[in-house]
């Protein structure tokens, strides 16, 4: 059972920028290709960008896409979700996510493990 931690969310300007961070308490952290999703006040979650298992293969949301970057350190057992230039429409809980499965995906039922979320507030 790999358990997850967001962190790093908070209330930040239109156009600032936050880290978030997400821990994972398995050393065998590194197998899990992992996801980002957040959920908007009265949305569905959606799917926000994806990391392979040693980093070196993202994908993004078109709407994030030129603005998030995602990473890992898998020595930290850590991801990350570096956001600029922040928008109102940012504003969600953003949760982390892994996959046993070999390719992370979009869909949240490709995922096993979920945190339970750190919440952004982007203001005009």
């Known amino acids: 059972q790999v358990q997850l931690a967001e962190s790093g969310g908070g209330l930040v300007q239109a156009g600032g920028s936050l880290r978030l961070s997400c821990a994972a308490s398995?050393?065998?952290?590194?197998?899990?290709?992992m996801g980002w999703f957040r959920q908007a006040p009265g949305k569905e979650r959606e799917f926000v960008a994806a990391i392979s298992r040693f980093g070196g293969n993202t994908y993004y949301s078109d709407s994030v896409k030129g603005r998030f970057t995602a990473s890992r350190d898998n020595a930290k057992n850590t991801v990350a979700l570096q956001m600029t230039s922040l928008k109102p429409e940012d504003t969600a809980v953003y949760y982390c996510?892994?996959?046993?499965?070999?390719?992370?995906?979009?869909?949240?039922?490709?995922?096993?493990?979920w945190g339970q979320g750190t919440r952004v507030t982007v203001t005009v």
């Open positions: 398995e050393r065998a952290f590194r197998i899990y290709p």
């Open positions: 996510a892994a996959t046993i499965r070999p390719i992370a995906g979009t869909r949240e039922s490709e995922y096993d493990y």
